[in-house]
């Protein structure tokens, strides 16, 4: 599974410190935690309170980049400060993310095609996030053929399902699993697919569990990756031993520390 390390992001107290005071040590010291723990990409967010996302944006690429070699996955709801972090980005990028608006996905998938950028798009339309997998899948195919109207081949897009807190969508989870499944059935090649994995937990107690083994139901249902806390241990040997009994790495004894050290794509 690809690891999307979620920590350079303005919604932690620390990060939206450091972009205010323009301070590169913590952004840097959590690239390299990141990278260190196995992340295949860092996201990249100022978070809602910055007076300036398109410089903000810029400054951290920067300051991200000079300690770190990962691609990044630019995540943003606003689109001038992702194609300002687009064109100073040393490796294709990911942007982070788009819905089934058709306004925002000829935005979002031209400035994929110009920049060689992978996209994430979101299984939700302007009415918002639907319950049931059908209505996912359905967003889903939206996404998928406005990509390739762009020429974007569907395996540059990560579908997100958009998982919901457990405590308060229940329901919700076993359609985000079965929209996992389906979504590999849209196109040949297939989209990838990918989850927000802290969002099932928010505002419960016993986060860590329940994301851990979240991760792990949706692995064997084919996802393909996830934004996490990339320096949660036992999130990551959860996932290197999810690997191994879906038969995907190669068992020997130090699977986990070679899972960790597998973050060249």
Not at 22 to 39: F, L, S, T, V
Not at 238 to 258: E, G, K, P, Q
Request: overall charge negative; hydrophobic content about 45%; proline content about 6%.
């Amino acid at each position: 599974m690809i690891i999307i390390g979620e920590r350079i992001n303005g919604m932690f107290k620390d990060i939206a410190r450091a972009i205010k005071e323009r301070d590169p040590r913590p952004i840097q010291e959590w690239a390299r935690k990141q990278e260190a723990n196995g992340a295949h990409y860092l996201d990249i967010n100022v978070g809602p309170g910055s007076p300036d996302p398109v410089g903000a944006m810029q400054w951290l690429v920067e300051v991200t980049q000079e300690v770190s070699e990962l691609p990044l996955c630019l995540d943003s709801t606003k689109y001038d400060a992702i194609e300002a972090a687009l064109k100073i980005c040393k490796h294709p990028a990911m942007i982070n993310s788009v819905p089934a608006v058709q306004a925002k996905m000829e935005r979002v998938f031209a400035m994929a095609a110009q920049y060689n950028a992978e996209v994430i798009g979101l299984a939700m339309s302007e009415e918002g996030i639907p319950k049931d997998a059908d209505a996912r899948v359905a967003l889903a195919a939206e996404l998928v053929a406005n990509a390739m109207a762009f020429d974007l081949p569907p395996d540059r897009l990560f579908i997100d399902p958009l998982v919901l807190p457990c405590n308060v969508a229940q329901d919700h989870g076993p359609e985000v699993l079965r929209t996992l499944r389906e979504v590999k059935l849209i196109s040949d090649p297939p989209p990838k697919t990918v989850v927000g994995l802290s969002n099932v937990s928010q505002g419960t107690k016993n986060r860590e569990l329940i994301n851990r083994t979240f991760a792990v139901m949706a692995m064997a249902n084919g996802l393909d990756a996830a934004i996490v806390d990339a320096c949660d241990d036992e999130l990551m040997a959860a996932v290197a031993t999810a690997r191994i009994l879906l038969n995907m790495d190669i068992y020997c004894d130090s699977y986990i520390d070679v899972f960790k050290k597998s973050n060249r794509l």
